[in-house]
């Protein structure tokens, strides 16, 4: 894996071994960015179910002014720390070891708000209306939630979002939620 674009072009970065987590594949990073293009630069980003942290890597590569990874697997944590530091970013960024829901109350206690959130749960995980609910006090009033899902499969994200647009690129769907 590799950062498509921005301060860290083309550098290499590492993601957890095992069956535990799937990377966003660089096509889809590169597609997802292009979607996004000026929304990045200065932005607040939340990755929950970070992983390698690949999508807050690309954002923080391409001027996210700072990122918020999430993930409750130490191996995946480990990776991120690492992945930052071997790209400079530590400074920019705060990792949390721990489930979403612990990370997103603590958010909320400090009145964190974000402008991008993305999320890419495990493609089992298809109910995702309490995270929809913890992210309302969470992202900014135009900001945005990126949700990764397999293609073929809806996720049930309740009604405090609306799907703005989706896209495909073969297994892989995103789907994209402002606040209503």
């Known amino acids: 894996m590799r950062i498509i674009a921005g301060t860290a072009r083309g550098r290499k970065i590492d993601a957890p071994e095992g069956l535990h987590t799937r990377p966003t594949l660089d096509r889809v990073r590169e597609n997802l960015f292009n979607i996004l293009q000026g929304r990045t630069r200065d932005s607040r980003v939340l990755d929950l179910f970070a ?37 400079g970013m530590a400074e920019q960024a705060e990792v949390f070891l721990c489930d979403w829901k612990k990370a997103a109350a603590a958010l909320a206690e400090r009145g964190e708000q974000f402008d991008l959130v993305f999320l890419d749960p495990p493609y089992r995980m298809t109910d995702m209306r309490e995270v929809f609910e913890a992210l309302v006090s969470l992202t900014e009033e135009d900001g945005l939630v990126i949700l990764e899902h397999e293609a073929k499969t809806e996720p049930v994200t309740g009604d405090l ?11 892989c769907g995103i789907s994209f939620f402002r606040r209503k």
């Open 51 to 87: 992983g390698s942290g690949a999508l807050s890597l690309e954002a923080l590569s391409r001027g996210a002014a700072h990122a918020v990874l999430v993930d409750s697997d130490r191996n995946a944590n480990r990776i991120q720390r690492k992945n930052l530091d071997q790209l």
């Open 161 to 171: 979002f609306e799907k703005t647009d989706e896209r495909h690129w073969g297994y």
